[in-house]
């Protein structure tokens, strides 16, 4: 009954940013944890990052460490991923994902998916 929606995603060039968004709708009885994957054509998806729901903590996989930030403004029911320093091998479609608790690793009781959205870096 909670739907995720991302936004943001586009095509590129390597070293620009972009800011994905996803934003919460529906019948949300509660605040979540939220983390963000990708999936690249042919490979599995990956854990990027995510955001406790208090926003106090965020966790990156290695790969965007430094340059992928995470924020979210829950008047708004929305998480908000600041990509910067892109690289062609951050192309794929990215995916939020709500559910109880925020890890180093993803998610625990994973509650929705969102249906993702592109990003494209040209090299």
């Known amino acids: 009954q909670v739907q995720l929606v991302e936004s943001g995603g586009g095509m590129v060039q390597a070293g620009d940013s972009l800011r994905l968004s996803c934003a919460a709708s529906g019948r949300a009885s509660r605040v979540y944890a939220v983390a963000w994957f990708r999936q690249a054509a042919g490979k599995e998806r990956e854990f990027v990052a995510a955001?406790?729901?208090?926003?106090?903590?965020?966790f990156s996989a290695d790969p965007v460490k430094g340059r992928f930030t995470l924020s979210r403004d829950n008047d708004e029911n929305t998480v908000y991923l600041q990509m910067n320093s892109l690289k062609s091998e951050d192309t794929g479609v990215y995916y939020c994902?709500?559910?109880?608790?925020?890890?180093?690793?993803?998610?625990?009781?994973?509650?929705?998916w969102g249906q993702g959205t592109q990003v494209t870096v040209s090299s």
């Open positions: 994902a709500a559910g109880l608790q925020a890890t180093a690793r993803g998610l625990n009781r994973l509650v929705a």
């Open positions: 955001i406790t729901e208090s926003g106090l903590l965020t």
